[in-house]
Antibody, heavy 125, light 107 residues
Framework: EMQLVESGGGLVQPGGSLRLSCAASGFSLSSYWMTWVRQAPGKGLEWVANIKQDGSLEHYVDSVKGRFTISRDNAKNSLYLHMNALRAEDTAVYYC??????????????????WGQGTMVTVSS | AIQMTQSPSSLSASVGDRVTITCRASQGIRNELAWYQQKPGKAPKLLIYAASSLQGGVPSRFSGSGSGTDFTLTISSLQPEDFATYYCLQDYNYPRTFGQGTKLEIK
């Protein structure tokens, strides 16, 4: 069975750091763009960051640029999100997702077909 | 960043109803849009990508259409398991942006 399992969430003080992990099983992470999406309590979904198959390209939402770093270790079949200078507004469930990147009509699309169960990050003193 | 605006924000409907949810982009995004379904306490589920391509395993009562700035998700005959929150997501440029969600409730 193909699945993603996140870990590393927890309670952290404002200004603190945390590293989230996302372990893949049943498929090779190295073949896919990977993405982090978060959801604050009672709120909608927010795209956070993504990373290319070989780790050579990353993108971030403006609110986390300079504070969060997405990375991957394809040998360990794992994705990471390094979060620094955490703020109360970073409090959310963080999901990792596989992008199957379908190619149609000369365009590569995003399509997040496998998601983890989510890990909760709470930033509070 | 491109803003995605969904309407309505919430909707009450009955089993068997035909339902349409709209997503409007603040600028043209070709057909680079996906739809996701989320149930409480669960991860989102991919329904449609490239505006109208049905993800494998998703029932054919779900369909998507649109291009440019205006998109729709249609459920042809609501089933009990369809009551959930639906989100659109543009993948035309970065940062990717979701709509605010449409909560579909039982009437």
């Amino acid at each position: 069975e193909m699945q993603l399992v996140e870990s590393g969430g927890g309670l952290v003080q404002p200004g603190g750091s945390l590293r989230l992990s996302c372990a893949a099983s049943g498929f090779s992470l190295s073949s896919y763009w990977m993405t982090w999406v978060r959801q604050a309590p009672g709120k909608g979904l927010e795209w956070v960051a993504n990373i290319k198959q070989d780790g050579s390209l990353e993108h971030y939402v403006d609110s986390v640029k300079g504070r969060f770093t997405i990375s991957r270790d394809n040998a360990k079949n794992s994705l990471y999100l390094h979060m620094n200078a955490l703020r109360a507004e970073d409090t959310a469930v963080y999901y990792c997702a596989r992008d199957m990147t379908p190619y149609e009509g000369n365009i590569y699309y995003d399509a997040f077909d496998i998601w983890g169960q989510g890990t909760m990050v709470t930033v509070s003193s | 960043a491109i803003q995605m605006t969904q309407s309505p924000s919430s909707l009450s409907a009955s089993v068997g109803d035909r339902v349409t949810i709209t997503c409007r982009a603040s600028q043209g995004i070709r057909n680079e849009l996906a739809w996701y379904q989320q149930k409480p306490g669960k991860a989102p589920k991919l329904l449609i990508y490239a505006a109208s391509s049905l993800q494998g395993g998703v029932p054919s009562r779900f369909s998507g259409s649109g291009s440019g700035t205006d998109f729709t998700l249609t459920i042809s005959s609501l089933q009990p398991e369809d009551f959930a929150t639906y989100y659109c997501l543009q993948d035309y440029n970065y940062p990717r942006t979701f709509g605010q969600g449409t909560k579909l409730e039982i009437k």
